[in-house]
């Protein structure tokens, strides 16, 4: 298969997952290594496609969807609970920011789109390897949530507020 053969069905992979497709994958199908699809994925971006890298592998960026940033505060413990709030009604989690006094802002990307997800990122920051952002701002901390609509960040914007992990800006 020609490389532009293979790029082509990367994207039309992408274009149809729902999850994002690590690159071990995309190599085992295409029977080449892992740099070959970093470097299609290269090619790709460079040739304007908006291809996302996530820890889990890759999505293809599309239609326009409605974003919000949510500032919040909880614990640790409330983590997973939180993040279903979003992902429950509509959400994707994309990232998490800090605004710290000395180092400006600090983000992660986090492409939370399922409770797994969540539950996932919780136990590697529990499991003592990490801390999460929040421990260097008292528990604040922002996230950008996109949805399919505005009224589905309204929705998660008054679930966030009820459950009290909602700080108004």
Same mark, same amino acid.
């Given at each position: 298969?020609?490389? =532009?053969?293979?790029?082509?069905?990367?994207? %039309?992979?992408?274009?149809?997952?729902?999850?994002?497709?690590?690159?071990?994958?995309?190599?085992?199908?295409? +029977?080449?290594? *892992?740099?070959?699809?970093?470097?299609?994925?290269?090619?790709?971006?460079?040739?304007?496609?908006?291809?996302? %890298?996530?820890?889990?592998?890759?999505? /293809?960026?599309?239609?326009?969807? +409605?974003?919000?940033?949510?500032?919040?505060? =909880? #614990? /640790?413990?409330? /983590?997973?609970?939180? +993040? +279903? $709030?979003?992902?429950?009604?509509?959400?994707?989690?994309?990232?998490?920011?800090?605004?710290?006094?000395?180092?400006?802002?600090?983000?992660?990307?986090?492409? /939370?789109?399922?409770?797994?997800?969540?539950? !996932?990122?919780? *136990?590697? $920051?529990?499991?003592?390897? %990490?801390?999460?952002?929040?421990?260097?701002?008292?528990?604040?901390?922002?996230?950008?949530? %996109? #949805?399919?609509?505005?009224?589905? $960040?309204?929705?998660?914007?008054?679930?966030?507020?009820?459950?009290?992990?909602?700080? !108004?800006?």
């Amino acid at each position: 298969m020609k490389a =532009h053969q293979r790029r082509n069905e990367i994207l %039309s992979l992408l274009g149809n997952a729902s999850l994002p497709i690590p690159a071990g994958i995309l190599s085992e199908k295409f +029977a080449v290594s *892992r740099q070959v699809i970093v470097q299609d994925i290269a090619v790709l971006r460079a040739e304007g496609y908006d291809v996302i %890298s996530t820890n889990r592998g890759y999505l /293809l960026g599309g239609a326009a969807r +409605a974003r919000r940033v949510f500032k919040c505060r =909880h #614990a /640790l413990d409330e /983590l997973v609970e939180e +993040a +279903a $709030l979003m992902i429950d009604l509509g959400g994707r989690v994309e990232d998490v920011f800090v605004n710290h006094r000395v180092y400006g802002r600090i983000s992660a990307r986090l492409d /939370l789109i399922t409770r797994t997800h969540a539950e !996932e990122l919780h *136990r590697s $920051l529990v499991s003592g390897a %990490s801390k999460p952002l929040m421990s260097v701002t008292d528990g604040y901390h922002y996230h950008t949530v %996109s #949805a399919d609509s505005e009224d589905a $960040l309204d929705a998660i914007e008054r679930a966030l507020r009820t459950r009290g992990f909602l700080i !108004e800006i």
